[in-house]
């Protein structure tokens, strides 16, 4: 590929069969790299992430539009993350040969093409955003649907950028936008307490005197028995993996609670990994440099 954006699609379904159509629909496209899947039950949640030029991207994204369509009630949903639509949000963030300016671009292309096919509203976030209380993404998802459905018509800062202000009947609304590499970053809790989790997340967020770049919320994973941080690290290098789990660690402990395990969802830029490795090998000289398969490239 000449110019490499990324988009990791955030869809509100952990129906196996569902993003088994997805994915086949999208590695049938030319010119895009499904570069990683997943999805989680407790979450009800899958995310999708796309490498590929701007023009194929959104052709595969709007192929998974149309799975939504035919096979995701939003009204039906039920799950432990925020959501407000069945695609809920569509981000894409420059690498190769690319600009934050023409990811703008791609977003609010997008936009028009997914309104104008689906009639679906269409928020745009992040560097996209054309009203600045658009530009934080949680502003959008707080409290869900079930809050945006009312809200939507009473709130002036939540009428949609492009669509009338109503929710579609099974598709709710949509987030679309730019951004920079985001770490998805979850750590699960050896408890069942959601109060813990929760407090844990609301310690470490910037509101509260936390981490500044750092948004987090508690999951309660029944399938697995335990609890959950689930972080979204906004700029790694202001805020690195290892020092979010160093905070949430300490933050457990006050709750006599100990870390089973982590996740990293979707990709993460290598010098995340680089960092993370060089603290706690406590080699602050470690560079990029020395990793082989940057000389490959």
Request: charged share 25%.
């Amino acid at each position: 590929m000449r110019q490499v954006i990324q988009s990791a699609v955030n869809v509100s379904t952990s129906s196996e069969d569902v993003i088994r159509e997805m994915v086949s629909n999208i590695t049938c496209a030319e010119g895009i790299k499904l570069a990683d899947y997943s999805f989680d039950v407790d979450h009800n949640r899958s995310v999708l992430t796309l490498l590929g030029e701007g023009k194929a991207l959104q052709e595969a994204i709007l192929k998974i539009y149309e799975v939504a369509f035919y096979h995701i009630n939003i009204k039906e949903h039920h799950g432990e993350h925020p959501r407000i639509g069945a695609v809920d949000v569509v981000p894409f963030t420059p690498w190769k040969d690319s600009t934050m300016q023409e990811c703008c671009f791609l977003a609010w292309e997008l936009g028009k093409k997914v309104f104008e096919r689906f009639e679906v509203p269409v928020y745009f976030y992040g560097e996209a955003a054309r009203v600045p209380w658009h530009k934080d993404l949680s502003f959008l998802r707080r409290g869900g649907w079930e809050r945006l459905e009312k809200a939507i018509k009473e709130d002036p800062r939540l009428l949609p950028d492009i669509g009338s202000p109503r929710l579609h009947p099974t598709m709710g609304a949509t987030v679309i936008g730019a951004r920079g590499p985001l770490v998805a970053f979850n750590v699960n809790l050896d408890c069942k307490e959601i109060n813990v989790a929760r407090a844990i997340a609301s310690r470490i967020r910037k509101e509260m005197g936390g981490l500044g770049f750092v948004k987090a919320i508690g999951v309660n994973l029944r399938s697995r028995g335990m609890v959950q941080v689930s972080c979204n690290i906004l700029d790694y290098r202001k805020n690195p993996i290892y020092q979010v789990f160093e905070m949430i660690q300490l933050e457990a402990q006050k709750y006599g609670v100990s870390v089973k395990e982590t996740e990293i969802i979707g990709l993460v830029p290598l010098e995340a990994i680089v960092g993370t490795f060089s603290y706690y090998l406590k080699q602050p000289t470690f560079s990029m440099q020395q990793v082989l398969e940057n000389h490959l490239t």
